[in-house]
């Protein structure tokens, strides 16, 4: 079985300042994760992905993310917040092996303040 | 990377009416195809697993018999809302994973935003 924990629903940071979306899985198998991001009334964008390869992982538009498998951490960062980067965000977690459906935190709304 | 296509974005229908909603694959064959609702403000949930050539695999508390799912080629799946009601209203999200392997990324159509009136 998998789950993926997004551990806070809202973030609100200033324009310039760094981000941090904190999500933590689990997973019966080697897992691949994810980063998604949706913008309001749009679909989903893929911000980054890890498939078992080298643990920190850069991404589109500055974000990246750190796997550390003995914390079950996937946690998505920027070092610095743009306002259009103010969206809905989705660690996403699903199977290695592939073709099995994904497996989506709750999600967090990030707000980025002027 | 791959492109999923997705249509219609959005859709209007009377309570009682059936939608259809089509997912394509555009450059590459899709054996399998995922079908999320995602309800205002919340996250997305598996709504049932699309297999070409055979039947449908739905998740617990789905009705089969209301979301018809069809996978006849490998390309295309759709997803037909039957008899709709208000309730059913939502953002619908296809998607297909690359197939590649050691690729487990998946791709996904724009979504289509269901409004049942």
């Known amino acids: 079985a998998q789950s993926v924990t997004q551990l806070d629903s809202h973030v609100s940071v200033s324009e310039g300042t760094p981000v941090l979306l904190r999500c933590n899985y689990s997973s019966s198998y080697s897992p691949s994760l994810f980063w998604y991001v949706q913008h309001p009334n749009k679909g989903l964008q893929l911000l980054l992905k890890y498939t078992s390869a080298a643990t920190l992982v850069k991404g589109i538009n500055g974000f990246e993310a750190e796997f550390k498998k003995s914390e079950t951490s996937f946690h998505l960062t920027k070092p610095s917040a743009h306002m259009s980067d103010a969206a809905e965000y989705f660690c996403?977690?699903?199977?290695?092996?592939?073709?099995?459906?994904?497996?989506f935190g709750k999600g967090t709304r990030l707000s980025v303040i002027a | 990377g791959a492109v999923v296509s997705q249509h219609p974005s959005w859709v209007i229908c009377k309570s009682g009416t059936s939608v259809k909603i089509e997912c394509r694959s555009l450059d590459f064959q899709a054996t399998t195809m995922f079908w999320y609702r995602q309800f205002p403000k919340q996250s997305l949930m598996l709504m049932a697993t699309s297999n070409e050539g055979s039947k449908a695999t739905y998740e617990q508390g789905v009705e089969k018999d209301k979301f018809l799912i069809n996978h006849a080629s490998l390309t295309l799946s759709t997803l037909t809302v039957t008899s709709a009601h208000p309730e059913d209203s939502s953002f619908y999200i296809c998607s297909a994973p690359s197939g590649r392997q050691g690729n487990t990324e998946a791709f996904f159509g724009q979504g289509t935003r269901l409004t049942v009136v």
């Open positions: 996403v977690v699903t199977k290695l092996s592939g073709n099995t459906p994904l497996v």
